[in-house]
């Protein structure tokens, strides 16, 4: 059975030894192809066992790997030079087919991962550029920088608080005025006077102490006309007058309310008048102020 | 084969095969027997006769015999030349020298 099956095999196996030398011999340069497919068939008889003929085969396979690399082009010698030609278009082709039996996978993988690198570059450039059709030839105009008005020099605003000067709150002004045996001077006037609303509600409280007549002030009774005496008139005039720091006028005292005389009223005018120097100055805090002020002048009859 | 390179690369399998060649100088080998006498596979072998025919150590020529007669192909005969025989010895002997010293 054995026996059966080892003469059955040997055809199978010597063909395919046959097949691989001359595959081997094939791939060989052209020069040596048919030279050494001979020889490698005359060496692989001289085998005993087809194994060993087969294994033979299969070592001329590699043989030929090697002899390729060692024998170049131009060390293969041409009988001819058709024979040349015909090697020379050979080696060519076996020189390709080696090359692309090896390099030319590794070079076709390479390609392969090049292209598909530049591919997905391609894909990622046009994504990047590819903008909505609302965002296209939107020109948007620029916003015109503020302009402001050029400072003068020397000024600068420092802050936006604006310093207001405190204002003077004036009291109702006490005034004193001398006995006088045939007038009275009424200290206060008979309307109240009413101080001028500030703006603002003061910060500060001032003392201020209003001024009137004074030491030295002139007597009622120089002053009350002669006419008035013999008439009999009497009156209660009241006057403005405007005091600096030292009692003086600073401007023409004027009637505020008359007495319902005008020999009175002219009579306290001039009583006014000869005071300037002798009116007590307003003081705030304990200092002289300038200030304006009303006072009342009553000219009576001694009874 | 060619242009003559007498520079080859000297390898142990190389050195058996010229050893081979060397026990009889004379002689006319054909692949086979160098298998048999050196061990060495036919992938190594014949590029090592190859390579040293083209180095012009050796020469080659086809067996005289009509292979329709002899009923199997005609084999390849090897044989050292001249300069192959001194450039052997001249490698062996250095080894010689070498392993000597």
Redesign the interface.
């Known amino acids: 059975m054995s026996q059966r099956n080892e003469r059955s095999t040997q055809p199978e196996l010597g063909g395919v030894t046959h097949w691989l030398i001359h595959h081997a011999a094939r791939r060989a340069p052209e020069s040596l192809s048919s030279r050494l497919e001979e020889e490698w068939l005359a060496d692989s008889e001289s085998r005993s066992s087809p194994l060993s003929r087969l294994h033979f085969a299969v070592g001329c396979c590699w043989a030929t790997m090697v002899i390729a690399a060692d024998y170049p082009r131009s060390r293969v010698p041409a009988a001819s030079p058709v024979a040349a030609a015909r090697g020379f278009v050979t080696l060519i082709d076996r020189n390709f087919a080696y090359f692309s039996l090896r390099s030319g996978t590794l070079f076709l993988i390479a390609g392969l991962h090049a292209a598909l690198f530049f591919g997905l570059i391609a894909l990622s450039h046009t994504h990047g550029l590819a903008t909505p059709p609302n965002l296209q030839n939107t020109v948007v105009d620029p916003v015109p920088p503020k302009i402001l008005p050029p400072q003068p020099p020397g000024m600068e605003v420092k802050d936006w608080m604006v310093r207001v000067p405190r204002p003077v709150v004036p009291e109702p002004r006490n005034i004193e005025v001398e006995k006088d045996p045939t007038t009275e001077v009424i200290e206060k006037s008979q309307e109240p006077y009413s101080p001028p609303q500030p703006f603002e509600t003061p910060t500060q409280v001032v003392q201020q102490v209003a001024g009137g007549p004074g030491a030295g002030f002139p007597e009622t009774t120089d002053f009350y006309p002669s006419v008035s005496i013999h008439l009999a008139e009497e009156g209660f005039s009241t006057v403005r007058v405007c005091v600096d720091k030292r009692g003086r006028l600073t401007s023409e005292p004027t009637t505020v309310k008359g007495s319902g005389s005008t020999r009175l009223d002219e009579a306290a005018l001039k009583l006014a008048r000869a005071g300037s120097g002798h009116y007590r100055a307003t003081t705030e805090d304990g200092h002289a102020v300038n200030s304006c002020y009303p006072f009342g002048i009553r000219f009576q009859l001694k009874k | ?3 003559k390179d007498s520079n080859v690369r000297m390898s142990l399998q190389t050195l058996r095969v010229l050893e081979a060649f060397l026990e009889n100088p004379t002689v006319q080998l ?4 160098v ?1 048999q006498r050196c061990g060495i ?7 090592i006769l ?2 040293l025919e ?1 180095a012009g150590w050796f020469v080659s020529q086809w ?1 005289s015999v009509d292979p329709s007669i002899a009923g ?5 005969l090897y044989r050292l030349t001249s300069t192959g025989l001194r450039r052997a010895s001249e490698v062996f002997a250095s080894f010689n020298r070498g392993v000597l010293a």
């Open positions: 084969m060619g242009k054909a692949g086979a027997e298998h596979a036919s992938g190594t072998l014949y590029p190859l390579r083209s067996e199997r192909p005609r084999r390849r």
